[in-house]
């Protein structure tokens, strides 16, 4: 038997954090973080992490595993998430992965096999200079040009994951993404896809950036910053995370800063939808509906079991 699996995706701001709460309570379940940068600790206004309210109203894992300057792989949030469900399970409640990274979510779902390339530290340094001399925009669309499929899923500033696409192509003369084949799903999974209106989506992460502002994320960041964190880093690289640390070196101003990550959270959120549109099993439900949360909660308990009293 196929462990039983809940998944809620969507683009960022669109209610997954409020619609896991209420389903874990009603479900008995666990909530896994499908992002790939909540795994890092103290980073936890800008990649808004659940509150210490929300979880302890529900557990909450894969969140704070790591330091900002761990490498944290795929494979590895693969390995643990699965554990952690093998775990839920175990203590029969229901599992519940929630996220919008969804390379990392499927990974999770699906039998994904990465590429088993060793690493080559002449190429990476040769393609790690290239990008210091000629822009981060200039590997992106150097991997556009021999893997599109890879270059249209990764952010222009997601240079690690850049440099490895470029890594594999060059080592073995085949696409990144060619090399990961996608079997069937080790679980029984429900997926449940949220989104709204984009101008109404688009209003909400605005609104979503000002209140991180105002809940302290330059102070955050300047945290991170004084510890040594850089962005060299991947973590650093994360939406929100680069902007103020380049407010906080003089190189813009807040508001531009701020301006920035608004419109850079507008353009991800557009790539998450791109993502999950491509994933067959997923029920879409208009969070603006009124009827969404009650035909959401009978799709979960015709598929898994009735809600406790």
Not at 27 to 56: L, N, W
Not at 94 to 106: K, N, S
Not at 177 to 197: R, V
Request: charged share 30%; with cysteine; glycine share 8%.
């Amino acid at each position: 038997m196929k462990q039983e699996l809940l998944v809620i995706v969507g683009p960022t701001a669109v209610g997954k954090t409020d619609l896991s709460l209420t389903l874990a309570k009603m479900f008995d379940g666990e909530i896994i973080s499908g992002d790939s940068m909540q795994v890092y600790k103290g980073m936890d206004i800008g990649t808004a992490k659940a509150s210490p309210e929300e979880q302890r109203a529900a557990p909450h894992h894969m969140i704070d595993l790591i330091d900002p300057d761990v490498p944290f792989s795929v494979q590895e949030f693969q390995k643990l998430a699965r554990q952690k469900i093998a775990e839920i399970h175990a203590r029969g409640h229901l599992p519940m992965l929630v996220g919008g990274t969804g390379l990392y979510i499927e990974a999770v779902t699906h039998d994904y096999e990465l590429p088993h390339v060793p690493e080559n530290p002449d190429l990476r340094e040769e393609l790690r200079n290239l990008a210091a001399s000629k822009g981060n925009e200039y590997l992106h669309s150097r991997l556009g040009e021999v893997d599109p499929d890879a270059a249209a899923k990764l952010h222009p500033n997601d240079l690690r994951r850049i440099i490895r696409a470029l890594e594999v192509y060059e080592v073995t003369g085949k696409p990144f993404s060619s090399l990961k084949g996608k079997g069937t799903s080790p679980f029984d999974a429900l997926w449940i896809g949220l989104t709204m209106p984009r101008e109404l989506l688009y209003e909400r992460i605005n609104r979503r950036v000002d209140q991180m502002i105002e809940a302290g994320l330059v102070e955050e960041v300047k945290r991170l910053k004084e510890r040594g964190y850089h962005l060299g880093l991947t973590s650093m690289q994360a939406i929100g995370y680069k902007e103020i640390i380049s407010y906080l070196n003089g190189d813009i101003t807040l508001a531009e800063a701020v301006d920035s990550i608004k419109k850079g959270t507008r353009k991800y959120a557009k790539r998450q939808l791109s993502w999950f549109r491509r994933l067959k099993e997923i029920h879409w439900f208009d969070v603006t509906e009124p009827q969404c949360l009650r035909e959401i909660q009978q799709l979960v308990a015709g598929k898994f079991h009735l809600p406790r009293e």
